[in-house]
């Protein structure tokens, strides 16, 4: 149903489970910025929930008893909380992602950075939809790339401008349906939609670890 990365992370709910699934009894989310920031906190709150020892270890990245053995992952370095990849999303698609992931952040504890609380109606995320040109920059230059090496069955006589000619045009025209697809799957987001089981019981949020404050070296990111 979805063809391109902006519309299937709006849909993927991998935070929301069944709650006849036991699974969603035994599960807990991790916010990676807690993980980041308060270690301590958040691997105490993890050992309890899974019913072990908390030990300093969990605070630090090490192996065969070697601290940061692999530096180049820089461990609990906060650095990449705060890096904002302008290189791969605009501002456009960022509040079309909040807005539509607006319950997640709410439960999760996460300030919306640029859905502002304005309505969002069809004509609206039409208009969101027509700036995402930074994941269509990355869509476009894939796909260039794939229609470069596709094999295309065509008369022998044919010249090389006539073929580059045809591969633009495959390009254009997917793009085009990435783009239709995408006001198909907003035009279904914007209906209200209810997550539920096979037996009609609403999906929930899957339970977010709480942190104890005392245990708390940084504030909250939110």
Not at 189 to 205: D, I
Request: proline share 5%; net charge negative.
């Amino acid at each position: 149903m979805v063809n391109d990365a902006l519309s299937e992370r709006v849909l993927n709910r991998s935070f929301m489970a069944n709650p006849s699934d036991r699974l969603f009894k035994d599960s807990v989310i991790v916010r990676f910025e807690d993980g980041k920031l308060n270690p301590k906190a958040t691997f105490t709150a993890l050992a309890a929930f899974l019913d072990l020892p908390y030990t300093e270890s969990m605070t630090y990245c090490s192996e065969d008893g070697r601290l940061d053995p692999h530096p180049e992952t820089k461990g609990f370095d906060p650095a990449p909380i705060y890096k904002t990849y302008d290189e791969f999303i605009n501002d456009d698609e960022r509040y079309f992602m909040e807005y539509f992931l607006r319950d997640a952040y709410e439960y999760y504890g996460y300030d919306f950075q640029y859905y502002d609380g304005a309505p969002v109606d069809e004509k609206r995320a039409e208009e969101l939809i027509q700036g995402f040109t930074t994941i269509n920059h990355y869509i476009r230059e894939t796909w260039v790339k794939v229609f470069e090496f596709v094999e295309i069955s065509l008369p022998e006589n044919i010249s090389g401008m006539e073929k580059a000619s045809l591969r633009d045009e495959l390009l254009e025209n997917y793009m085009k349906a990435c783009e239709e697809n995408r006001l198909k799957n907003t035009k279904i987001l914007l209906s209200g939609l209810r997550f539920v089981n096979k037996s009609g019981q609403p999906l929930r949020m899957i339970q977010k670890l709480e942190l104890d404050p005392a245990l708390l070296e940084q504030p909250l990111y939110h």
